[in-house]
């Protein structure tokens, strides 16, 4: 006898295969971490609590339930755990007088970490008002803040951007498909900025990149991305050059690649445009440089070069933004630390990774709470 189908709503949830992987990860990194000797049961521990921290969202999803921000959440404890429990990288007493010591320092690095906004307010200002919204500098700031408020306090890492287009529509009564394409190509040309100062900081520094096996072995994927972000950026140009007029828009029934490529044309209109965004982007990048140079220097990071930051901080801040754990969190703090000692090989630098990381998420948490009281406002005032 065959069984009634379910009601709607009330459907069995059906598990892949690939779901079980979790479940079936988490005894196996027990067994190893508990079977190594030596130097290969200290590698095993990271993996340890990477994969006990998989068990509450492996739970949640075999009791039918959404697992993905439940995986993210416990991933970021599970790093955090690892960095505790890990005497070469818990920050200590003394790293925090350093802080107390070098205060100049430290307050300098949260200044050149807040003109981030700065510089990325005029990028996306340049971007609205090619597209028509008419905002103010001012106002651009604002938006800025309030989707960095929502990037780093919400699970997700795209909050702010669907804040900034939700703002952009309802209070400067702009279509969608232009919001989304500004906001869109404010994500997209921070890529190539980003790669370009990676290839800026090989270029200064390209001895000890290429001294290094594991930093060598990146260039073919760093020559990649390089030759992607070339053909983005030559793409954008050309679409802002060769734009259909309104009439014949309005005569046609564009599909979907076509209006994609209307709307980065529209933002791109003024030839001006893209090299001041990409500017913009580099700029920003730069800020970032020097703000982790200031908290290196104030918590004392040894026989690391000033013009090595511009390699070093580039890549934490790119694995930091790897959607995995919550704003990076975990995650960013062993990049920096494995970067950073990786750097000055024998000056355990190791923690001191971790304090910086740390101090520059601290500062971005300083922005965003800013973001968030105008947010506040705004929501108070009915903006």
């Known amino acids: 006898m065959m069984e009634a189908p379910l009601p709607r709503g009330e459907e069995k949830p059906r598990i892949s295969r ?21 130097s290969a049961a200290a590698l095993s521990r990271p993996a340890l609590f990477v994969g006990l921290s998989l068990v509450p969202g492996a739970v949640c999803r075999l009791a039918g339930g959404s697992s993905w921000n439940v995986h993210r959440v416990f991933f970021a404890l599970g790093l955090a755990a690892f960095v505790l429990e890990n005497p070469d990288l818990r920050p200590d007493g003394e790293s925090w007088l350093k802080i107390g010591e070098h205060w100049r320092l430290v307050a300098a690095g949260f200044a050149a970490s807040f003109t981030q906004s700065a510089w990325g307010t005029l990028r996306m200002h340049r971007l609205l008002t090619d597209s028509g919204v008419e905002i103010s500098k001012h106002d651009a700031f604002k938006l800025v803040l309030a989707g960095s408020f929502f990037n780093i306090f919400l699970p997700g890492s795209t909050g702010g951007d669907a804040y900034r287009v939700y703002a952009v529509t309802r209070g400067y009564k702009t279509k969608l498909a232009p919001a989304i394409a500004s906001i869109t190509l404010d994500r997209l040309l921070g890529l190539p900025a980003l790669v370009f100062v990676v290839l800026l900081g090989m270029a200064l520094d390209y001895g000890f990149f290429r001294a290094n096996r594991l930093l060598a ?73 020097v703000s982790c140079l200031c908290f290196g220097l104030a918590l004392g990071v040894e026989g690391v070069p000033p013009l090595r930051y511009f390699l070093i901080v580039p890549m934490a801040m790119t694995i930091n933004a790897i959607p995995g754990a919550p704003g990076g969190v975990g995650q960013g703090e062993l990049a920096m630390a494995t970067l950073l000692d990786m750097a000055a090989p024998g000056m355990g630098n190791a923690r001191t990774g971790v304090m910086v990381m740390l101090l520059f998420r601290l500062s971005n948490m300083a922005a965003g709470l800013v973001g968030g009281a105008f947010y506040a406002a705004g929501k108070k005032h009915g903006d």
């Open 217 to 289: 072995g990146l260039i073919p994927f760093i020559g990649g991305a390089a030759a992607v972000c070339a053909l983005l950026v030559c793409y954008l140009a050309l679409a802002g050059r060769k734009r259909r007029s309104p009439e014949r828009a309005a005569e046609e029934n564009p599909g979907r690649l076509r209006r994609i490529h209307d709307m980065a044309a529209t933002n791109v209109k003024r030839g001006t445009t893209l090299p001041l965004a990409l500017f913009h982007g580099f700029m920003s990048h730069i800020a970032c440089i």
């Open 18 to 38: 690939w779901e079980w992987i979790p479940v079936i990860l988490v005894p196996c990194l027990a067994s190893v971490h508990l079977l190594a000797a030596g």
